[in-house]
Each structure stands twice: as C-alpha cells, then as structure tokens.
C-alpha cells in the first residue's frame, strides 16, 4: 500500500512540475507537440496549459510556416544564399614576458659550528643573536690536560737541544761518529712535532667563529658535556640575502646571470626590493620540470631574515603570436581552425593554440595575418563555397560618470602575463 502511494504521489509531482514548465517555457508546447511517441492527450494538456500564444504557434503546422523572401530563411546559409556573421580582426599579442615565483631566503653564508673534540664547557663567550666577527671566539671547552701536555712536550723539546748540542760539541772534538749526531738531529725533529701536536690540542679546545655574522640562539651552558655532534651555534652572514626560486622550463631559454629581480617580502609587501640572478643549476628537475634559480640581494638596513618568503617578478622580451577571439576557434577532427573572410567569402585556415587566456586565444598559423577578419558568431551557417554577410556589432557609448575609456591591452599587443605559479618549492607556468 505505501508502494502505491508513493508511485502515485510521484506522478501527481511529475504532472505539476510538467505542467509549471509548459506554462513558464515558450519553447516546451512546441516541443512536446513534436514528439510523436506521446498520447494525443498529453499534447492537448499542453496546449491548454501554454499561453495563450504559445499554444498559437505549437499548434501551427509545418504548411504554416513559409519563409518570407528576403528574410531569417536566407541566413541559414545554403547554396546561393549568404550567412550573417560577425567578424573580428587577428591581433598581435605578447606572452611570456613576464614571470612570477615565490621563494625562499637564505643567508649569503651559513655556518654551522661543531666543535671537533668532546669535553665540557669552560665558559660560552657569546650571546643569542649577538654579531660576531671571524676568528672571535665563542666557547671554550675544559683544556687542563692539553696544557700539561703541552708542558711536557716543551720540555722534551729542550732536553733533545740539549743533548743534540753536546753530540755536536763531540763530534767536532771526534770523539762521536756522524750516525749519532744524525740520530739526536731526529730526535730533535720529533720533539718539535710533538709540541706541535700538543699545540693544535690545546688550540681546538677554544672554539672560534668561521666566518662574520650573528649567531643565534645559544642552547649550551658551561658546564654541558658537547661532541662532535653537538652544535654550538649557526652563524648568518645576512649582509646580502640569497633567494632560492625555482623557473618553469618554458622560461629556462630566457634566464642568464645577472638578470634583474625584483622581490617583495610578505612581511613587507610595501617595500620592493631589488636584486640579480647569481646561480642557474646545470639541469632541471625531472619530476616538476623547473629548474633551480638563486638570485641575491643586498640587505643594507639588516631587515631581511633567511627563511623570509619573497614574490619574485621577472621580465622576459617575450614570445610574439596571433592573438584571436576564443569564439572564433573551431574543432574538427583534423584540430582546431578558424574561418577567415577573404572578401565575403569565408575559408577554414587550420591554426595551433599556444595558449589560452580569459579574453583571447594566442595561435600560430601559416596563412594567417594581423588584421585579417575571422568569424566569432554565425559559424553554423556558414557552408562551404558560399558567401556571408557581416553584421555590424552596435559599440556601446561609456556613460557619463565614466573617464574616457580604457584602451584594451590584448588588442593593442600585449595579453597578459603567462600564468606562473610556483609551488612552495617551485614553479608552474603555463
């Protein structure tokens, strides 16, 4: 039973809604009228439910309805009759002239200090984010035994001079054969390398920055047992930044070192900072197909920070293509083509698509020309061999609280920029 009111109330929703459509859709009588599978009841339902002269016209019979001469039955272009169209001239357009990536800030140089021996921290010679200079020192590690070792090794160092000065002193009385003085002259020469040794010890307790810049934070105390796994600080020389970006293949052709870059920082988006490309990588990147760009920058006023994201512009002199409106490209199995006027008669001249943008669509082609007319609306009617009318497209006036209007830059010669978004570790243009 609830089967059958369920079917039963979904008929009456199909008839309403039916019947909604054929009172508020001119087209729906004449439609319904042309099915030739429905019941002759369904048709006369329409027609009642249709206005008034709606129903006039779903109920006139083909016989009624009889081209007038000189009217829409000539547009439908046939053989001998003309097709109303409306053209619009190819343009010259420029794309790929300029690109746009997000990228990363690293410092110029960048170290990062490990000691090269264990031992326990004597005392930390810097502060967290404190400047400092190459070869200043930063800690100092616990270093009573390489002293003594140091010492001991002066000492030896004098008593093999010592007893190398006697074995001369007896070798000039010959009283001592040459080999023994040769000997003590070794042992004269390993002790000195001993001391050596014991000097460079004692050196590498006491760690010192590599290079000038400011460190960060400090996250050893005296006191801490360190390694050589232990870092002790990272040093940033940020007096000039460097800005790591990746380029889409498409623009690699263009790039060379010493390019201008212009990048604008997401904590200062008022700011435009101006730099040059310093580093193109040898080959791309198979999986993204983009290649690494190192560009950099000077950092004066030290407002910039490695680790920043920056939004690069890049200007390129571009790619020059025929620039069309997108309703004049047409599909067939061969590709794309569009209808050219030559005088009023139209002809199919097959083009490449470079690229698409919202307005216009960049192709290439062999027997197309700036200026020359293709058809944007009325390609349907148009027939092979036949001829066309243009229609005149009505340019509506600018109001009065308008300024002088605005000339179109895809018409003038330049489309706007290529589409290039770069992923946060790269870049992807169309």
């Given at each position: 039973?609830?089967?059958?009111?369920?079917?039963?109330?979904?008929?009456?929703?199909?008839?309403?809604?039916?019947?909604?459509?054929?009172?508020?859709?001119?087209?729906?009588?004449?439609?319904?009228?042309?099915?030739?599978?429905?019941?002759?009841?369904?048709?006369?339902?329409?027609?009642?439910?249709?206005?008034?002269?709606?129903?006039?016209?779903?109920?006139?019979?083909?016989?009624?309805?009889?081209?007038?001469?000189?009217?829409?039955?000539?547009?439908?272009?046939?053989?001998?009759?003309?097709?109303?169209?409306?053209?619009?001239?190819?343009?010259?357009?420029?794309?790929?002239?300029?690109?746009?990536?997000?990228?990363?800030?690293?410092?110029?140089?960048?170290?990062?200090?490990?000691?090269?021996?264990?031992?326990?921290?004597?005392?930390?010679?810097?502060?967290?984010?404190?400047?400092?200079?190459?070869?200043?020192?930063?800690v100092v590690l616990e270093k009573s035994a390489e002293e003594l070792a140091l010492d001991r090794a002066r000492i030896a160092l004098s008593a093999a001079q010592d007893k190398l000065g006697r074995y001369q002193r007896l070798a000039s009385a010959r009283t001592t054969t040459a080999v023994e003085v040769a000997?003590?002259?070794?042992?004269?020469?390993?002790?000195?390398?001993?001391?050596?040794?014991?000097?460079?010890?004692?050196?590498?307790?006491?760690?010192?920055?590599?290079?000038?810049?400011?460190?960060?934070?400090?996250?050893?105390?005296?006191?801490?047992?360190?390694?050589?796994?232990?870092?002790?600080?990272?040093?940033?020389?940020?007096?000039?930044?460097?800005?790591?970006?990746?380029?889409?293949?498409?623009?690699?052709?263009?790039?060379?070192?010493?390019?201008?870059?212009?990048?604008?920082?997401?904590?200062?988006?008022?700011?435009?900072?101006?730099?040059?490309?310093?580093?193109?990588?040898?080959?791309?990147?198979?999986?993204?197909?983009?290649?690494?760009?190192?560009?950099?920058?000077?950092?004066?006023?030290?407002?910039?920070?490695?680790?920043?994201?920056?939004?690069?512009?890049?200007?390129?002199?571009?790619?020059?293509?025929?620039?069309?409106?997108?309703?004049?490209?047409?599909?067939?199995?061969?590709?794309?083509?569009?209808?050219?006027?030559?005088?009023?008669?139209?002809?199919?001249?097959?083009?490449?698509?470079?690229?698409?943008?919202?307005?216009?669509?960049?192709?290439?082609?062999?027997?197309?020309?700036?200026?020359?007319?293709?058809?944007?609306?009325?390609?349907?009617?148009?027939?092979?061999?036949?001829?066309?009318?243009?229609?005149?497209?009505?340019?509506?006036?600018?109001?009065?609280?308008?300024?002088?209007?605005?000339?179109?830059?895809?018409?003038?010669?330049?489309?706007?920029?290529?589409?290039?978004?770069?992923?946060?570790?790269?870049?992807?243009?169309?």
């Open positions: 039973m609830n089967f059958v009111k369920q079917v039963l109330v979904t008929l009456v929703v199909l008839a309403i809604a039916g019947i909604l459509w054929v009172r508020f859709d001119e087209r729906a009588a004449s439609l319904i009228r042309q099915q030739a599978w429905l019941p002759n009841s369904f048709k006369t339902i329409a027609l009642i439910a249709a206005p008034k002269d709606d129903a006039k016209i779903a109920g006139a019979t083909p016989a009624d309805e009889k081209p007038k001469a000189g009217g829409a039955g000539r547009s439908r272009g046939g053989r001998g009759q003309t097709a109303l169209v409306v053209v619009d001239a190819v343009t010259e357009a420029t794309t790929r002239s300029r690109l746009r990536a997000i990228g990363s800030g690293e410092a110029q140089r960048s170290v990062a200090v490990y000691p090269d021996v264990s031992g326990f921290v004597a005392e930390v010679a810097f502060s967290s984010g404190a400047a400092v200079q190459a070869g200043e020192v930063l000997d003590v002259e070794r042992e004269v020469e390993n002790a000195r390398l001993d001391l050596r040794s014991a000097e460079i010890a004692l050196a590498k307790r006491t760690i010192r920055a590599p290079i000038s810049g400011r460190v960060g934070i400090a996250d050893i105390d005296v006191g801490d047992l360190v390694s050589s796994q232990t870092l002790i600080a990272t040093i940033d020389d940020r007096a000039r930044l460097k800005v790591v970006f990746y380029v889409p293949e498409s623009f690699v052709s263009g790039l060379s070192i010493g390019q201008t870059v212009e990048a604008v920082s997401v904590a200062n988006p008022a700011e435009i900072y101006r730099g040059e490309v310093s580093a193109i990588d040898s080959r791309l990147d198979q999986a993204s197909r983009t290649v690494r760009v190192e560009a950099t920058m000077d950092n004066p006023k030290d407002e910039l920070r490695p680790g920043m994201s920056f939004a690069l512009t890049l200007l390129f002199p571009g790619d020059d293509y025929l620039s069309v409106d997108p309703l004049a490209i047409q599909w067939e199995r061969a590709g794309p083509f569009v209808w050219k006027l030559d005088g009023d008669t139209p002809q199919k001249t097959p083009v490449r698509i470079i690229e698409r943008n919202v307005d216009r669509v960049l192709v290439a082609a062999d027997d197309l020309q700036v200026g020359d007319p293709v058809v944007v609306e009325g390609q349907q009617s148009i027939r092979p061999g036949g001829k066309v009318t243009i229609q005149e497209t009505p340019h509506a006036a600018p109001s009065s609280g308008d300024a002088s209007p605005q000339p179109a830059e895809a018409n003038n010669g330049v489309v706007s920029d290529a589409r290039a978004e770069t992923r946060a570790s790269g870049t992807v243009a169309r």
